[in-house]
């Protein structure tokens, strides 16, 4: 998705979705205009000649007003389009894929990716976020692509939760893997990859009734994202997770099974109780969403179908860990949240770890003001677990053959290049959940900074030369920019003996605060989709350097370590720009853009703002056009309650 078309596309969302309300209104309004129309035929015969001509004008009037709204939606369409899958579809089909001759490695075949000479082969494990935002902008022409991904779709996960209470259709959420490949002239592999061999460059990849066969890179982008972890409570095989679109239909059929089956006569009234019990682990952004999605869809659905007093025996509980929902968020959105919740009458339980779960009862331990610790159990009909993540099979295997260098047993460690660390040649990438950036603290680099900074014989930097290092330091540094060009302006602060410059001592005090902002980039779409822009581009740029300098590819070719420093100096480290992170809370909706601009809203308005983001984040056309067909419906005819 091109930057340019942001702004563009998130207007043309709030302009096509804000019509609903003037919708909604012709339905709940009807007989207000049928009781106008009849007030008409009162009128005497001149008043209702001028009626008819003032009622031709406003159709005119109208009409216009269609036609140029009609137009300019569809030119925008059209410059939003432009640079989607559809405009990439050249009509010839993809080339077809095949082995290399020879008896393979350890008994199973290579598969041949290379397609054209002089090209190296790019291979991309996975088809989420980062591996989708590398494929989109990747040049067409720098590599041999083949994607391997055991799912041959790509999902918009911000909206399953949608999908789970039928606002949004499992269609609507979902594009083909073999049309975003098919920008890059590429192959695609439905099929798991199990194992890498780094020195033989392979992957090693499985498909169930077919059996297993080797694939060979040059480079390997490894986006195969995480999975759940347990946290320490037993008995997850009777919880529901979210991350994948038969997730969603299994929860959907869930909650409308737990309805079909409490609305029985014959059902006793403690079990309808359980059955209308909700359960949601984890207080981040995916628990809560759903929360407020199934609260939007008991409120404004089920409560027209099913009897007044089963809606009264609904329960939504939200259990946290931490002392406040959402709380990676600003603390103003996090009390926001609670209140939102609480006002809905959702029990949101905080400081409390869930202990096991059973067939339909829920253990927690709760922390009590007074530092103890109380036992609590709850009679549940539905669980969802949304908490924690743990390391990808693959990812697990991938950190064990490289030992030492891989320390983090999350996820797996990358430069700030995104190469995985413990491969020479850095020919292996990481992005996503599946990889944490490990960037260089500044403490470790002391002396060298200190040296660079001030005049050679000096004791101090000066404020001047404290100006041009704060810049150049940020250029190297780029995860560090936003604290150390606040460093400048507390120069001051750290020049304690008030001389005018810095000695070592206040240089470390100041470096070892800049190393204590550096965190682990949170788990979100908008970083695996920066991280796979940025690697898009850096290959390209290695793919035309090594195409245009004959001198530079021979040099990498000859050393590990040569190739290693070429390609770093070459391309700048990556570094993430949070864009906010937005929150819908059921009629409601919270955006946290840091720095302590959060903003929250619970009017109509706000809502349509979160839907016309997430409009304009869509990877095709396609997927735009069947959302807004989605929300039409659900204005006109309300969510789908059937169960199949």
Known sequence: MLANYARTRATLGVALLGARPWVGMGRERGMGRERGMGMATMRTAG???QGQRGRGRGFARTLAYWAAGTGAAGAALYCVGRDEIEAFDDGEPPAELTLEEG??????????????????????????????????TIARDAYDVTVVSPDNYFIFTPLLPSVTVGTVEFRSVLEATRRIVKRTRGAFIEAAAVDVDVERKLVLVEKAGVGRAWVAYDRLVVGVGAQSSAQGATGLEHCHRLKTIGDARGIRQHIMANFERAAMPTTPDPEKRRLLTFVVCGGGPTGCEFAAELYDFL??????????????????VIVQSQEHILNMMDAAISDFAEHQFRRHNMTVITNARVQSIGDTWLRYSERMPDGTTAEHEIAQGFVLWSTGLAQAPLARVLSDRLGAAQSNRHALTVDAHLRVKGVADGSVYALGDCATVEYPHLLNHIAELFDSAHHAGASAITRAEFAVFVRDAAAKYPATASHLL???????AYDVDASDSIDMSEFEHMLAHVDSK????PALAQVASQEGTYLARGLTLLARMYAADDASRQRAAASPDARRGIEAHAVAPF?????????????????????GHAYRASNLAAKYMWRSVYWSQQVSLRTRLLLAMDWLKDLIFGRDISRF
């Open 486 to 492: 606040a460093l400048e302006r507390d120069f001051d």
């Open 518 to 521: 550096l965190t682990a980039l």
């Open 47 to 49: 008043g209702h000649q």
């Open 299 to 316: 409120a404004e659905d089920l409560r027209h179908f099913f009897p007044q007093r089963l809606q009264d025996m609904v329960r939504v």
């Open 575 to 595: 570094a993430y720009h949070h864009h906010g992170t937005l929150a819908y809370l059921g009629r409601a909706a919270a955006a946290d853009f840091g720095g």
């Open 103 to 136: 008896e393979g490695y350890m008994g199973y075949p290579i598969v041949k990716t290379a397609r054209h000479a002089g090209r190296e082969r790019l291979v991309v494990l996975g088809s989420g976020w980062g591996a989708v935002s590398l494929l989109k």
